[in-house]
């Protein structure tokens, strides 16, 4: 069983930069996962932030940024909003329409 | 403007049935595979099932396979899950989410709608 895994939570000063990742419990995460971000408040749908590892959605700021570090995925935050407090999920693909979440990021900004 | 609207929630028994549709509008649906994404109360987003363009292909994750069983009718845009065997650990907001198979993400996503597993 695949399972994806994330930061429980983090915490960033307004202004700063975070980065969130997003791994594997066995292996790597490589572009060929096709990995995506998601940012989520409470009581609403899911916002797509970033696909294709990199690729920001429309009107997303460009303060949110995607990349693989190492062998991981990760989102990076440059200059954190207090509008950014939220939950992160980072999503995997794995072919045959599969998609795995991860358990998700509780980020705090203050 | 792309639109996915659910429709079907509810409070049921254990053991009971239930059976959500999503409404799409605003894009081409026979385009496009389809996915339920579920969210228990205070917990993360779980896949549950994905459905081909031209409903060939399915999949589901573990825990509802057997139970759960995703379908699409393209004339009338509409994605449907029936639900059977309801277990109190189904209890969650379902989502019907629209797939980008060009890069491979959910790219638009509906409102949710409410399923709760409870005697």
């Known amino acids: 069983q695949t399972v994806v895994t994330q930061e429980p939570s983090f915490s960033v000063s307004p202004g700063g930069t975070v980065t969130l990742t997003c791994g594997l419990s066995s292996g790597s995460v490589s572009t060929t996962s096709y990995p995506s971000w998601y940012q989520q408040t409470p009581g609403q749908p899911p916002r797509t932030l970033i696909y294709s590892t990199n690729t920001r959605s429309s009107g997303v700021p460009d303060r949110f940024s995607g990349s693989i570090l190492g062998n991981k995925a990760a989102l990076t935050i440059t200059g954190a909003q207090p509008d950014d407090e939220s939950d992160y999920y980072c999503v995997l693909y794995m072919g045959s329409g599969i998609v795995v979440f991860g358990g998700g990021t509780k980020l705090t900004v203050l | 403007e792309v639109q996915l609207v659910e429709s079907g929630g509810g409070l049921v028994q254990p053991g009971g049935s239930l059976r959500l549709s999503c409404a799409a509008s605003?894009?081409?649906?026979?385009?496009?595979?389809i996915n339920w994404v579920r969210q228990a109360p205070g917990k993360g987003l779980e896949w549950v099932a994905s459905i081909k363009q031209d409903g060939t292909e399915k999949s589901y994750v573990d825990s509802v396979k057997g139970r759960f069983t995703i379908s699409r009718d393209n004339a009338k845009n509409s994605l449907y899950l029936q639900m059977n065997s309801l277990r109190v650990e189904d209890t969650a907001v379902y989502y019907c989410?629209?797939?980008?198979?060009?890069?491979?993400?959910?790219?638009?996503w509906g409102q949710g709608t409410l399923v709760t597993v409870s005697s």
């Open positions: 605003g894009f081409t649906f026979s385009n496009y595979w």
């Open positions: 989410a629209r797939f980008m198979y060009t890069s491979n993400y959910l790219d638009y």
